[in-house]
């Protein structure tokens, strides 16, 4: 061996040695002794999370070798932890450090009191840490294994972060992406991490690190070479779709730092925008060019293509259902005649989506409980765009078995079988299923159990292609109410709110009640907001409700004008509140004034009288109006008492005196008017029985309302009119889709005059107008000598109307309707009902509700008009 491979050999000895050496005096055993943990329900918890974070913590150090604490323990068996003990050990197994003390929690403090000990050294230090909760334990793991590398000089603490050649990017900026922080320790994985953290921001086309020793430890320089600014954002191309609507979907902006990873997701993005619109032969390119020695200019370029509208949508693999049934589930639809207006033929891929969901329900609402709907394949050419759905359809299964099983009902079972609305199909629905659920969960729910489960089990039977369905019953604890909290309400008073509401704190859950209390609350219109929410309280079996209202001004003073067939033109003008002094009260003085018509009204109602439901209502009113052949000058005034007997069910007794004069009656007028000209004086009482279950009393959208009523005039409460009037009415509403709403009405009323006395000719029935027969003015018996209409002493009338929203956020609505009816002087005479239809508007607007309506006759007679505007403010029928 010649000297220079002695020389070789003798230079690589020396490095292994050195590198033994290096390795020797960088590599720590550290010693682990279990924690003493002082708590009273997570002692096992805190010991494992800490002593786990610290081991995974170690083991990320390459120089570090752990004795762990399950080896510990076998060692140190019943012995107490001492100074000696820890030499003992740590010496026994050869370590370099030994890490041992206690946990303490204290309410929502952890500490940790620990000593570490230098074997090498015979130096013992102390070491106190702390966090909050448990979610602080991982923290407070890190901070230990921290200060013992620290100590043992197995890695150096970060002193501070510097950041040079950042101009435009912050350093806080900077700070939240990396790892690497002053007091940290520092670690050259840590920062290659940190580099590619900061080159992924995009904002950067070099970074790199130096560092520099102080005495605190070391100092990280990191070097920062920004990009470019974009000058400026051009789009060049665009023809159907506005720069502004493509600039809202770009995140791209001029004085930003250039990143080139954004400028291609833009691409994508307008991409979308433009497919979305139905350009799917549109072709976006980017392009970037400097402008002067760093800046640049991002230039977006579109060749937008033809539109392309659906020409086609298509079905494989459905048996059961043809295309044409399919397609009608789809709001995705083929271009039609009105594309150009409607937007119908352009494929919007969320609504497909969506219809690919709604005809995968329909299968399985239909038995097919194997059904597939697959991905829908997309072509298009230079026509349009043809879409087409894969389809696995499966056999139909049909309803087998239906049983309830677990927790017992109050309810028969004999009943709820009967309601179950899987029991109504032949075929199995998941739809059905879905529904018994919410209806068991309902009659759980209002015995009390809040949190009561319905777990379906659905078995199919592959042999008969049928499905049984188990409905699991469980219960759980009953749940009352502990409090109810009122929040918004700041002027409204709680009392107010809480005299409407079903339960009380105490009471027994019960979800049906809670539902009919939040429709009460809304009907009562104070508010723009009403939320209901419950949570748990401080018991199992408690639980607070939280109702959070927003009120809304209910104070109204307006002053307008309008016109009618009837009235002509119409000045009316109101000042009201509709909940005076936050009691829930109710104001109103009301003025209208027509060529035909002056009506002075003033109102108060007290809904709830001496703190009990009895609502109370008083009236005052002014009216002279003016008919063909008399004019009548009325004075009066009312009180009437309401009181609930039954759920829905409200009793009313009224009084009502008056004084009505018959005045400036024609020559050419009716002998029967003629003799009632002077002054009537008129004292009645009337007793009315309504049912209401609708869920708005000015735009119901369901349930029905329904009242009888009788008034008595004259005999013991004396005046100078004596008869008996008898009426019914009968409406019911349904909601349909769209937010539309049909609506039904009925009424009937029998007039019975007493003590040989004529009714006063305004007390008999008479139809026309907006709230009977919209089209005709005056509709009943006339005097067949004068031809004018005296009214009858029978009436039956018939409406019929569909509702749809007209302009939503405004509230109003717009309708078309039947009306039918007749008065007769006596029977009723169903071949002889006038017939009208026609169209209006309805809003509620800020002086109260109001209704254009236009009707006309369908069976006009003689000379009278075939049409007429009807417009009233007040009260819908």
Sequence with gaps: MNRKNLTLVGMVFFLMLVSVR??????????????????????????????????????????????????TKALIGTKEMDDTLMRTVGSQVGGDFVIAGSITELGFVISADLRVLDVRRGVFSN?????????????????????????????????????????????????????????????????????????????????????????????????????????????????AINRDDIEAVISTKARQILNPDKVKADVIKIKELYDSKGYYNAQIEDTIEKEGEKDVRVIFTISEGGRLYIRGISFTGNEAFTDKELIKLMDTQVKGLFSFITDSGILKKETLRQDVEKINAFYLNQGYIYAQVGEPEITH??????????????????????????????????????????????????????????????????????????????????????????????????????????????????????????????????KTKLRDSYMAINRLRYFEEVDFQTEKGPEESLMDLNIRVKEKPTGVFSIGAGYSAQDNAIFMAQVAQQNLFGRGQSLSLRANISSTTTNYELSFIEPWLFDIPLWTRIDLWKTYRIYDTYNLDSNGGGLTFGY??????????????????????????????????????TSSLTFTLTRDTTDDYIFPTKGSKNSFSLEYTGGILQGDASFIKYTASSSWFFPMPLDTVIGVRGRAGYLQEMEGKEAPVYERFYLGGINSLRGLRYVGPVDPATGDVIGGLTMLNFNAEFLFPLIKNAGMKGLIFFDTGNAWESGYHLDDMRKTAGAGIRWYSPIGPLRLEWGYVLDAKGEEPKSRWEFSIGTFM
């Design 22 to 71: 290096i390795y020797a005096e960088e590599s720590r055993k550290i010693v682990i002794f279990p924690f003493k943990v002082y708590s009273r329900e997570n002692a096992l918890l805190i010991e494992e999370s800490i002593t786990n974070h610290i081991l995974e913590k170690l083991g990320q150090t390459q120089t570090v070798e752990i004795v762990g604490p399950k080896d």
């Design 127 to 239: 070491f106190y840490t702390q966090g909050k909760g448990l979610d602080g334990l991982e923290n407070m793991a890190s901070q230990i294994t921290t200060e013992l590398l620290l100590k043992m000089g197995a890695q150096k603490r970060i002193a501070r972060i510097e950041f040079r050649g950042n101009k435009r990017i912050e350093n806080s900026a900077i700070n939240q992406i990396i790892k690497s922080a002053p007091g940290g320790i520092y670690s050259e994985a840590t920062i290659a991490q940190d580099i590619k953290a900061i080159y992924k921001m995009g904002y950067f086309t070099d970074v790199s690190v130096e560092t520099e020793d102080v005495a605190e430890g070391k100092v990280l320089i990191f070097n920062l070479q920004e990009k470019g600014i974009v000058t400026s954002v051009q789009i060049r191309g665009n023809k």
């Design 381 to 510: 050419d230079q026509r349009g765009i043809y879409i087409k759905i894969p389809i696995t359809e499966g056999k139909q299964f049909k309803v087998g078995k239906v049983d309830i099983t677990g927790d017992p009902l109050k309810t028969e079972k004999k009943e709820i079988f009967a309601k179950l609305a899987i029991n109504k199909k032949s075929y199995y629905s998941r739809e059905a299923v879905m529904q018994d659920m919410d209806y068991l969960q309902q009659l759980c729910n209002d015995e009390g159990f809040a949190y009561a489960e319905i777990i379906p089990q659905t078995t199919p039977n592959e042999k008969e292609l049928t499905v049984d369905v188990i409905y699991q019953v469980n219960k759980g604890r009953q749940v009352y109410f502990n409090r109810i909290n009122i929040t918004g309400n700041t002027k409204t008073r709680d009392k107010v709110i809480r005299r409407l509401l079903k339960v009380v704190e105490g009471d027994l859950y019960n």
């Design 644 to 681: 609930p007997l039954w759920e829905y069910v409200t009793g009313y007794v009224g009084y009502r005196f008056s004084v009505d004069d018959v005045r400036d009656v024609s020559e050419n007028a009716s002998s029967y008017i003629k003799k009632q000209a002077g002054t009537t004086t």
